[in-house]
């Protein structure tokens, strides 16, 4: 089933490259900002430059400390996430974008299945996760890729692709991560080019490269230095 196109039929695409995990959620909360300026949503994949976990922004620090592993406290929910192997994901849409109309639950359900259209090229034949995770689980306790949520993406009866959101009046903030890796050899490039496909299909678009500014980079290396890479920022709770 396709789904609502935007209003120009436009997405941006970033392929950026592998950055630290401090980077990485910065250039995520700039690309945030910056969405308010913007009539498209905007894809981007990205990796990181060594093993590393990020936790959700309510979780506490005491889950990681002793993993002995870089880590970083994200903008958005969720549980504690591994990242390295990971294929790791971006879309962020202005608050003009019908997307950010949508409940949390519509958007994820919509931008899953467009990862699962994607992945079939590939002969993964996965599905939504259809109930919700019933068990009581604390915030600041949880691990992502534990347990499946209503949603999720499952693939031989577990979980492979997760995700988490954050909302404000310039827009919406979707981080997701894809795990085949594990289990599974697939080919890296192969597998974004699929998931591209399947975002081109299930929203009728097309896709525009994004290239970050001289402006962008230094407004991320700031919010690297005064909040990502700091213990304030990263052991709050």
Request: glycine share 6%; with cysteine; proline share 3%.
């Amino acid at each position: 089933m396709h789904h609502q196109s935007t209003s120009n039929n436009v997405w941006y695409l970033w392929l950026d490259d592998s950055s630290s995990s401090w980077t990485n959620m910065a250039k995520d909360e700039i690309l945030l900002l910056h969405s308010k300026s913007s009539i498209s949503p905007l894809l981007r994949f990205y990796s990181w430059n060594s093993s590393a976990v990020s936790i959700g922004y309510f979780q506490t620090y005491s889950e990681v400390k002793n993993l002995n592993i870089e880590f970083v406290r994200r903008p958005t929910g969720g549980g504690i996430v591994h990242h390295g192997t990971d294929i790791t994901y971006t879309v962020v849409c202005p608050s003009s974008c019908w997307l950010y109309t949508m409940s949390r639950y519509d958007s994820y359900r919509l931008l899953h299945s467009a990862i699962i259209t994607g992945l079939q090229e590939i002969n993964i034949n996965s599905k939504l996760s259809e109930h919700a995770n019933l068990k009581v689980v604390n915030p600041a306790q949880m691990r992502c890729f534990d347990e499946p949520a209503q949603n999720d993406i499952i693939f031989a009866n577990g979980k492979i692709a997760g995700a988490a959101q954050k909302r404000n009046s310039d827009g919406m903030l979707h981080q997701g991560s894809i795990q085949l890796f594990d289990n599974i050899k697939y080919d890296r490039n192969q597998v974004v080019t699929s998931i591209i496909n399947g975002f081109l299909q299930e929203f009728r678009c097309s896709m525009k490269s994004f290239q970050p500014s001289s402006e962008f980079t230094e407004q991320v290396n700031k919010l690297v230095k005064s909040k990502y890479g700091t213990e304030e920022w990263n052991e709050k709770r």
